[in-house]
């Protein structure tokens, strides 16, 4: 499916020679001055888009001195791609505004829906994956792009129920949407092994249905174990089977710019610095 105005939109110049490359990770605001003191090795940083909507205040002020530094991308959950509510147009206009302002490299989202029936999950729910659903995306995801002026990036999520009515797998939705949607993916590899073990299939048939010329970016976190299953806490180091699903992504996509997301119980900079050397090893050893 073509977008309406598809000739203004941000094209894939960035392929070849791109801006942003290897490893970067999430900006913390704890984390600014050691960021900007520049005795580190970590080359851009992935800013929480909901954190900036007001274009006028002091953490936009703290944006912008890190993106006079270092490249920046913009990550949402905001948009609730999959939700039947009416899209909301005063947060994608705020978003808009954001990025006008940042002129990130891209602007990512997930793949699911936050609100429902005019309430606030306050988690990134999965989607039934249906044709329906499949053309409802579509459409929203159109009407995104054509606001932003540039191809949006989703990310698939964790998960910890499937839906009986769903005909087709996760991985095929994924990558038809974003054929159907014209848009890009941001893979993330630790929510592929977390609901892989929570639903019992097999990483490798994920990675393996997903069109390397889509994937824009990927992401490495930590899992908690529970008793009978995973749980997507991004709130410790990275597992050593999602270690081995990276080497296998970087095997099939190749260097993809790869951002760390450590969202809970936050270490220090040097801590996050440490784990991202640590990918990026993987990443050198992919080349």
């Given at each position: 499916m073509d977008l309406p105005s598809q000739g203004h939109l941000q094209q894939d110049h960035r392929r070849q020679g791109q801006v942003i490359e290897g490893v970067g990770l999430g900006l913390r605001p704890r984390h600014q001055a050691e960021i900007l003191a520049g005795d580190h090795d970590i080359g851009w940083f992935e800013a929480l888009s909901d954190n900036y909507l007001d274009t006028s205040g002091p953490p936009m002020r703290q944006l912008e001195r890190v993106r006079a530094r270092y490249p920046v991308v913009l990550h949402g959950v905001g948009l609730s791609i999959g939700s039947v509510d009416p899209l909301d147009h005063d947060y994608l206009d705020r978003l808009a505004r954001l990025a006008a302002a940042v002129q990130p490299e891209w602007v990512s989202d997930h793949m699911c829906f936050t609100h429902a029936g005019g309430r606030y999950s306050h988690d990134l729910l999965p989607l039934p994956y249906t044709p329906e659903a499949l053309r409802h995306c579509v459409q929203r995801i159109s009407v995104v792009q054509e606001r932003l002026g540039r191809r949006l990036v989703l990310e698939n999520v964790s998960s910890y129920l499937r839906y009986a009515h769903s005909c087709m797998s996760e991985w095929e939705f994924l990558a038809a949407v974003a054929d159907e949607a014209d848009c890009e993916i941001l893979l993330d590899v630790n929510n592929v092994?977390?609901?892989?073990?929570?639903?019992g299939f097999d990483?490798?048939?994920y990675l393996a249905a997903i069109p390397p010329e889509r994937v824009r970016q990927m992401h490495l976190a930590g899992y908690e174990q529970a008793e009978d299953h995973r749980l997507d806490t991004h709130g410790r180091a990275v597992q050593p089977d999602v270690w081995s699903l990276y080497e296998a992504a970087l095997a099939r996509f190749g260097p993809v710019p790869t951002s760390l997301e450590w969202d809970q119980?936050?270490?220090?900079?040097?801590?996050?610095?440490?784990e991202a050397a640590r990918a990026q090893e993987r990443m050198d050893a992919a080349r």
């Open positions: 092994a977390v609901s892989a073990h929570n639903h990483p490798g048939d119980d936050i270490p220090d900079f040097e801590t996050l610095c440490t």
